[in-house]
């Protein structure tokens, strides 16, 4: 590849990051086009205020946890120094709001991350090792509860189904497999390196490994939370067996690569819940679950987003100024400059 089309390249890259956030503001607008904003409001409206603010809350953190994926991943290539907190929670944050909207997380939000980080100085290289180790993270995090889930959901919600039950068991028998193996991968090949291509990954410790498990699974919970709290009023279901359904339909949504897993998040999780709850209820705990989780994430850190980027330009506006008015007398200087008498 030429010089002139890496440089291209790289662009593309670099702007496709607003694609990927008027991408995402699509999906939302594709998810509730059937509905009025009365309807909207009607069916957040049964839900009581201290739940929605309890829901606000766990979401809040739960995006902060998000963020904490990009400070392990710089911990992880050893450039945790180089990049001040605010600007990795930023970058950790907006990534994942892009892409829990738009889908393809590696693509959408890492190209959100690449806008960003090359500007604080870290290669393109390690961007793609953080991005490939938060994606690890993510996904043992959500193994490890699919695991625990499969033990705390009754038997009778996965019988109701055939093929609900052996996706479902399909799921817990990869997600297993997947986490016993990678931590046995860091116990016997511990500093070991894996060649992708051009790039290197350093397998990680087995405290890195455990610690990637408990964030991951941290995240997942307080995503559950957003969902639980919006459900309370309407639905008496044990939290142990709740989270487990959530996570399992969460990863099939994901693993499905439709965006935000519309549709099928949906019907995975009502089609466990009980006959007898009203479906309407639980629209409406699922729109405010889109909301609060989708939508306000997306809005707020949108909103920081483009304040930073105006912020830059107005900052390279002033330096180009400065530089106009400092370049021109610099020749004038330099003759003034005296020469020392030996």
């Not at 483009?306 to 107005?314: A, G, K, S």
């Amino acid at each position: 590849m030429s010089a002139k089309a890496k440089r291209l390249f790289k662009k593309i890259v670099s702007y496709s990051g607003f694609f990927f956030f008027i991408l995402a503001a699509i999906m939302l607008w594709w998810q509730l086009r059937e509905y009025t904003f009365s309807d909207i409001i009607h069916a957040i409206g049964d839900i009581p205020f201290v739940y929605l603010l309890a829901a606000c809350v766990a979401c809040f953190l739960g995006y902060v946890c998000l963020a904490t994926y990009d400070y392990l991943a710089l911990r992880y290539i050893g450039a945790s120094n180089r990049v001040s907190w605010w600007k990795w929670m930023l970058a950790g944050m907006l990534g994942f709001a892009i892409s829990n909207n738009a889908g393809n997380a590696v693509v959408s939000g890492g190209a959100i991350r690449y806008r960003l980080y090359t500007r604080w100085r870290i290669t393109g290289g390690d961007i793609v090792k953080m991005i490939t180790f938060s994606g690890l993270t993510f996904f043992l995090g959500a193994s490890a509860i699919v695991i625990a889930g499969y033990f705390l959901v009754p038997s009778d919600i996965l019988d109701r189904s055939v093929g609900a039950s052996f996706g479902i068991n399909t799921l817990f028998i990869i997600c297993t497999a997947a986490v016993l193996a990678y931590l046995a991968a860091t116990l016997f090949f511990r500093k070991k390196h894996i060649k992708i291509g051009k790039i290197k990954f350093q397998v990680p410790t087995t405290a890195t490994a455990l610690a990637q498990i408990l964030l991951g699974a941290t995240d997942s919970i307080l995503a559950g939370l957003v969902l639980y709290f919006c459900l309370l009023p309407f639905v008496e279901i044990p939290f142990g067996t709740y989270i487990g359904l959530f996570v399992i339909a969460q990863a099939t949504g994901i693993f499905s690569q439709v965006p935000g897993g519309i549709g099928v998040f949906e019907s995975i999780f009502l089609l466990a819940l009980p006959d007898a709850v009203d479906k309407a209820d639980i629209f409406g705990a699922l729109l405010a679950y889109r909301i609060i989780y989708y939508l306000l994430p997306l809005i707020g850190v949108g909103g920081l987003f483009f304040i930073y980027e105006h912020w830059l330009r107005v900052r390279m506006k002033r330096w180009m100024n400065d530089a106009r008015e400092i370049i021109p007398k610099i020749p004038q200087k330099i003759k003034n400059i005296k020469p020392r008498k030996k």
